[in-house]
């Protein structure tokens, strides 16, 4: 997808970066590479702060059905301190609002210096699933994401620590 515009779309494919298509997953998956997936897609960048760690239905469930066809592991990560970082109150004609833009300028669109924290779960099991319940799958992995959000949060102390 080049909607980043021709630089950032080049520059993205040259270190790595793909589109997230079925083709494109599947045959990185079967070559035995590793693929990356934030599969909550634009829909990550609307959240507004008090969404935050909430996840968004995954639009992109193909992903999914190319680790199925493949028989590659999912292994689902929870990202914690990201949210507040970027903390996005509402938008305006298209920009977001923030605690630091528009007030500090193009400077206030860089992120807060936060801790995170990952934390990475045990491979979903799905063996016994068929190769057309990608949707189903999509949702269990979705709601493994969302408990590891809530425990990983229930142990955090302070944003700003950690």
Known sequence: ?????????????????AASDLDTCATRL???????????GRAALAKTYERRYRLARFSDAHLIQAALD?????VPAAVIGHEESYAVLGSLAGFPLSPQFPCLGLAGMLPLP???????????????????????????????????????LSLRG?????
């Open 30 to 40: 079967e070559r035995g590479r590793i693929v990356l997936a934030f599969p909550e």
């Open 70 to 74: 493949t028989g590659a592991a999912i």
């Open 114 to 152: 936060l801790r995170r924290r990952v934390r990475l779960g045990a491979a979903v099991e799905y063996a016994r699933l068929d190769s057309g319940d990608a949707d189903g799958l999509a949702d269990a992995v979705r709601a493994r994401i969302q408990a590891m959000l809530g425990e990983s």
């Open 1 to 17: 997808r080049d909607r980043e515009g021709p630089f950032i779309g080049d520059a993205y494919s040259r270190i790595g970066f």
């Open 158 to 162: 302070s944003i700003f620590r950690g």
